[in-house]
C-alpha cells in the first residue's frame, strides 16, 4: 500500500513529470525512488502511469463522450407531438410531410415551443428522423371488439339440444362448412347446412362470401324450403348467423334460438356429423370462389336433399347402455328409416304438410335423381381441375 507521503510527492511531481522529456523523466524518477526508498524503477514507473491515468479521468468525468447531443428533450416531444399529427408513418414520408405543412406546423408549435427547436424539427434529414422514430416506443394500437357482443346476452345456452331427437321434427342444428381450401384471401364459398334432429331432415345451400346479406339470404331460402314448422335454432357461436337467427326469433315469435356453448362442437353434434357425411363427401375439401362453381353447389344440393331426405335411410340412436361406473358400455340404434318416414310417422306434423312430401316422394324417381347427381358432380370436378389447370400454365408464364 502506498504511503501518505508517497501519495501527495507523486501528486506533486506527476505535473512536471507529464510536460518532461525522456531523459527529464528518469531524473524525476530516480529523485523520486531516493525519497521513498524504492528501489525497483519498475514500480515507479507503474505508479506514475496509474497516477496519471486515473487524473485524466478525474478531469474528464464530467464531460460527455462522443457527439455532442444535437436532439434534447424538447426536440424529441417536438417531433414525437409531428409523428402523431401525421399518423405514424415512415420517416421517408415524415420528410415529406413536414416539407408539405411546413406553415402549418410553425403556426401550430412555435407557441408552445422555442424557435431554435422547432426549426431543427422542421430541417431534420432522414437519418436522423428514422433514429428519433426508433428511440420513440410505438404506440399500442387500439383494440375493437368486432361484431356484436352484446347478442351472447340475449341468446341462451343449451348444452343438451340433441333431448330434442325424442320430441317432435322442428329442432334445427345450423352450421357452415367452408369451402376455402388452405387459401384465406378473398371470397369464397360456404355451406349453410340445416339438420332436423328428430327426423335427420338436412337443408343445404351455398354462396358466396358470409356477409350478412349472403347469409340472410341463405337462411330465407331454406326455411322457405322446409316443409314442416320450424320450432327451434340452434347455431354455434358465429357472429352473422347467431344475430340473424336471433331477428328472425324476434320477429317470428314462435321460433326459438338457442346457442352451443363455445369451442364445444358435441353441443352441434347432429351438423357436425351432417358437415362431413353430406358436405364434405359430396362436393370434397376444394376451394370454391365463382359464381358458376357456386350455382352448381345448389343444383347438387337440391338434387341429394331429396335423396337424402326421401330414399337413403339411416340409423337413430335408440337408447345408450351405461353400467354402474357411469361408463357408456354400448348403444342401441331404431330400425334404419328415412327422413321422410319419420316424418310421416310423427303425430306433431298434419296432414297438409305430410300430403305435400307424399306428392315430392311419388313424383321422384331414385335411379334418374342418382345419376343426374353424379353428372352434376362430376361437372363440378372438371370445372375445378380445368381451372386449377390454367392458374398453373399462368403462373409458369409469369415465373417463366
Not at 338457442?258 to 356429423?273: C, F, G, H, I, L
Request: aromatic share 12%; charged share 35%.
Amino acid at each position: 500500500m502506498m504511503e501518505v507521503f508517497d501519495m501527495q510527492l507523486l501528486s506533486k511531481m506527476i505535473d512536471s513529470y507529464l510536460s518532461a522529456s525522456k531523459k527529464e523523466k528518469g531524473k524525476i524518477l530516480s529523485e523520486y525512488m531516493k525519497l521513498t526508498g524504492i528501489n525497483n524503477k519498475k514500480t515507479v514507473t507503474k505508479r506514475f502511469e496509474r497516477f496519471r491515468k486515473t487524473d485524466r479521468n478525474k478531469s474528464k468525468s464530467d464531460k460527455r463522450l462522443g457527439r455532442p447531443v444535437k436532439y434534447g428533450n424538447i426536440e424529441k416531444e417536438i417531433f414525437k407531438n409531428i409523428w402523431e399529427l401525421s399518423g405514424y408513418i415512415c420517416a421517408k414520408r415524415l420528410i415529406s410531410f413536414i416539407e408539405i405543412n411546413k406553415n402549418s406546423l410553425y403556426k401550430e408549435y412555435s407557441y408552445y415551443y422555442p424557435q431554435k427547436s422547432l426549426e431543427k424539427i422542421i430541417d431534420i434529414n432522414e437519418g436522423s428522423a428514422k433514429a428519433l422514430i426508433s428511440s420513440i416506443p410505438r404506440p399500442k394500437k387500439k383494440r375493437f371488439i368486432k361484431g356484436n357482443c352484446e347478442l351472447y346476452k340475449y341468446v341462451a345456452i343449451e348444452a343438451n339440444f340433441n333431448s330434442f331427437a325424442k320430441i317432435s321434427p322442428g329442432y334445427f342444428e345450423i352450421d357452415f362448412v367452408e369451402h376455402k381450401d388452405s387459401n384465406l384471401s378473398g371470397h369464397y364459398g360456404v355451406t349453410l347446412n340445416f339438420s332436423d334432429v328428430y327426423s335427420q331432415y338436412i337443408v343445404r345451400r351455398a354462396g358466396l362470401g358470409k356477409d350478412y346479406k349472403t347469409v340472410n339470404k341463405l337462411t330465407e331460402t331454406i326455411i322457405n324450403s322446409i316443409p314442416f314448422k320450424v320450432l327451434k335454432l340452434h347455431p354455434d357461436n358465429e357472429k352473422t348467423l347467431l344475430k340473424l337467427a336471433y331477428e328472425r326469433s324476434k320477429k317470428n315469435k314462435d321460433i326459438e334460438v338457442t346457442r352451443s356453448r363455445a369451442y364445444k362442437k358435441n353441443d352441434n353434434a347432429y351438423v357436425e356429423q351432417k358437415n362431413g357425411d353430406k358436405v364434405r363427401k359430396l362436393v370434397g375439401y376444394y376451394r370454391y370462389d365463382t359464381e358458376y362453381e357456386i350455382n352448381l353447389l345448389n343444383q347438387i344440393y337440391e338434387i341429394t336433399d331429396i335423396i337424402d331426405n326421401y330414399f337413403i335411410p339411416s340409423y337413430k340412436l335408440k337408447r345408450k347402455i351405461i353400467n354402474e361406473r357411469g361408463q357408456i358400455v354400448s348403444r342401441e340404434y331404431e330400425d334404419p328409416k328415412t327422413p321422410y318416414q319419420r316424418i310421416m310417422d310423427s303425430k306433431d306434423v298434419n296432414d297438409k304438410v305430410k300430403e305435400g312430401m307424399r306428392r315430392i316422394f311419388e313424383g321422384s324417381d331414385y335411379i334418374k335423381l342418382k345419376r343426374e347427381l353424379d353428372k352434376k358432380v362430376n361437372e363440378l370436378f372438371e370445372y375445378k381441375l380445368n381451372k386449377k389447370i390454367k392458374i398453373d400454365e399462368e403462373i409458369y408464364e409469369l415465373c417463366a
